[in-house]
Structure formats: C-alpha cells, structure tokens
C-alpha cells in the first residue's frame, strides 16, 4: 500500500494544477446510502451504510473539461464472513472525471480515482488502512441543482490486494453552479399570402396586389376625396369647384394667364392688362 501513496498524490497535484482549474466551478453536496461486502482476511459477507460527498468540479473548453475532485466519507455497518460484524469507516479523496456526452445535460457518468484511508471497530487485522479507491457512476440530472447519482465503488487496503471492498451506493445531489443549457426559442412561424408586410391573421385583406401600398390593417387606404374630380385632394385645391373636364395646376385651379379671373379655356381676350375689369 505505501508504495502507492507517493505516486498517487502526485498525479492527484498533477492533474488539479491543470487548465481545467481555471474554469466554471461546479460544486455539490451528497447524501449516500450503500451495499458493500469486504474480500480477503477478515471477510465480511454483507454491509450497508450510509455517507456523503462534496465534489468541487471544474468545466472547461480543453481536454481537462469536467475535472473535478471529491471528499467522501463511508460508514459501513457489516455482519458474516469470519470477523462476524464490524463498523467500517471509509474516508477517500479522488479526482473525478466526468465523460462529455455531446448534446445531452442530463445524463453525466463519471469516472475516480484516488487515496482513502479505512478505520474499524473492532480493530481488524494488519497494520495497513490506506487504500486506492477508484469507482464508476452516473449523475441524473432531474434539475440544474438537484441530481441522482448511482456508482460502484472498490477499495484495496492490502499492498497484495487479498482485502478489498465493494460497494454500490445510491444518493442525492445538491448542485450549485453546473452549466445548463437555454431552452430553445422556436421561431414563430408568420404567414404572410399576399407579402404586405401584415401578417395573414391580422391581415383583414389579404389578397392586396403585390406591391400595394396598405395600411396597418393590411388594406389600400382609399384616395383623399376631390369633390371636383380635378386630381387634386380638397385638402390642397385651391379651386375647389373647378368644371369637370378642365386642365389644372398643381394646387387644382385652370390656368388664367392674365390673371383676369376668367380660365384660359373661356377668355375671349387672353392678354388682358392686369388691372382692368372684365365681364365674365
């Protein structure tokens, strides 16, 4: 066992100096309920317990996205196999690597590995309790702060690895600070038959010739009216009653070129001097 020890914090300080530190932290608590039998010498054939974890794990844009590490801690209460029953505390710190699935968030499985240490009452035989511990799980993200997590877990606290430990433990995560996606905006769909620029539900005519003029209800505005038909607006006509028929000017009265107040069209003397009177 001790021969792993030096290895394996360096790997540990290795990898949690690396560009995965730098980003997103995530952080969560867990709480733990596990099935667990002890191999070797003393054996103890069943074991259930209860635990929890804090994991602090990192996500990036690199190869080190989603590394984390995490503190667990494990009490066993074990009956059968040769010792007849024990307590069994189980302590680990490990880094976590957890497995990038593209496009889904709420499935997350993972991978540790890492150094515990063992303790138990009654004192079992051997001087050694560290161990390696590694495991496999799975996080079930039922919200962005709340997850299921399931995994197998193994420890080996012999330097021949005779004593090991399995366990399967079932828990529940508070998360704080994980990623989660924006629900996507579907874009609404606007129908618009005769491309006035008003949608077809408001449109209350929407058959308009293409490249009508129209207004907010999607409609040709009718003209201005013009009581006298000249062409131009009454609003602008200067000569509101001009005879049907007679040529206008811009602000809507025939042309009287010597200013006579007698039209052009009906002068019989079309150069009058400005000034004298006329009979109409």
Known sequence: MKRWLIPGVVFLLTLCSGPAFAARPEIYLEADGALARLTG????????????????LFHGNDFADSLGVELSALRLDGEGGSLGSA??????????????????????????????????????????????????????????NLALRLDVRHWVTDDDGTRQIY?????LQLVFGRPWPRPKRVAKEISDRDRDGVEDERDACPDTPVGSRVDERGCVPPPPPDSDGDGVPDAGDRCPGTPSGLQVNPGGCPPDGDGDGVYDVNDACPDTPKGVPVRS
């Open 167 to 171: 366990a399967a433990t079932g828990g």
């Open 87 to 144: 307590d069994i505390d189980l302590y680990s710190a490990a880094l976590l690597y957890e497995i990038p699935i593209k496009d889904q968030h709420r499935w997350a499985p993972g991978i540790t590995l890492g150094l515990g240490w063992m303790r138990a009452d009654p004192d079992l035989p051997g001087e050694e309790t560290l161990a390696l511990a590694w495991g496999l799980g799975v996080r079930w993200f039922a919200t962005r």
């Open 41 to 56: 010498s003393p054996r103890i054939d069943d074991a259930q317990g209860f635990g929890g974890r804090l994991g602090l």
